[in-house]
DNA sequence: TTATTCCTTACTAATTCGGTCAGGATTAGA
DNA sequence: TCTAATCCTGACCGAATTAGTAAGGAATAA
């Protein structure tokens, strides 16, 4: 259950575009350098969170990237879930069809369901003053 | 991010001590058959509880295992920290010396201490009505 | 028309994950 | 004392995932 690589880059990413929230677009080099990514890794990172309906880009010269909506109604669990799926091991839900009344997933679900939660209350505002304050 | 099939079996064998707190010890045995755990496997796992103080174990016939104290004072994060270390990327800590002021991490800091002091705060009786309920 | 930018797919080396296997150490009870 | 039951440990393995590279295509401003 550790936050994967990707994760942290997209997070990071998107922060960092909550920074600049309304003035401009930032294009993936630029993202790239300032938070050290390797651009051909970010590039497959903002796709997906432009798939998501997270992001908005720009193609052409002078094009990039943008947050969708206000960095405060986009929270850290969608930008997570986004990139990292669910939150169960793979395997239950491909075997298993019960979709209810499955009492071995009953005790993990608990757990999940705090930690969506958790994450679904912290906002890209809070993150951009977190990257601040430090 | 995903919870592994190694934490979910931890934490059900956990949870199944919890309900049998103070009538008598679980073998291996009767723990993989009941959770439905290769007991090979939870050999392992119930290895490593132990090495981190969660359980004790009786050697030899009629032996098994126990948890060390009630199931309210044994957090699921303590259960889920020990099973699959920190959340924190693989890399970072290793190459990063940085043990303050690392801006670039400070943004999955103040996720990871969400997360971590949500699960600090479900303790194993909980966890084991969640298992009646359903 | 060209430089810049996003977009997509395919590939790869290294690591992690889920699990098996083999055998050793300890203890209760016959 | 012997034996069965039980915990304990380390080595090993195939499959999946991860972090990244590579190569080229599509759109657009100037």
Do not use: H, W
Not at 27 to 42: C, D, M, N, T, W
Not at 93 to 102: F, H, I, N, V
């Amino acid at each position: 259950m550790k936050v994967s690589q990707r994760t942290e880059y997209g997070l990071r990413a998107m922060v960092a575009l909550a920074g600049k929230y309304d003035s401009g677009l930032m294009s993936i080099k630029e993202l790239a350098e300032q938070e050290g990514i390797p651009v051909a890794f970010l590039e497959q990172i903002m796709a997906e969170l432009r798939r998501a309906g997270l992001i908005v880009s720009t193609r052409g010269a002078y094009g990039g990237y943008a947050l969708e909506k206000a960095p405060n109604k986009i929270s850290a669990g969608q930008v997570i879930s986004t990139l990292e799926g669910s939150l169960s091991p793979a395997r239950c839900g491909a075997k298993c069809d019960k979709m209810s009344g499955c009492s071995t997933r009953s005790v993990l679900k608990r757990i999940e369901d705090s930690i969506t939660d958790t994450l679904d209350n912290i906002y890209l505002n809070e993150l951009v003053k977190a990257g601040i304050d430090e």
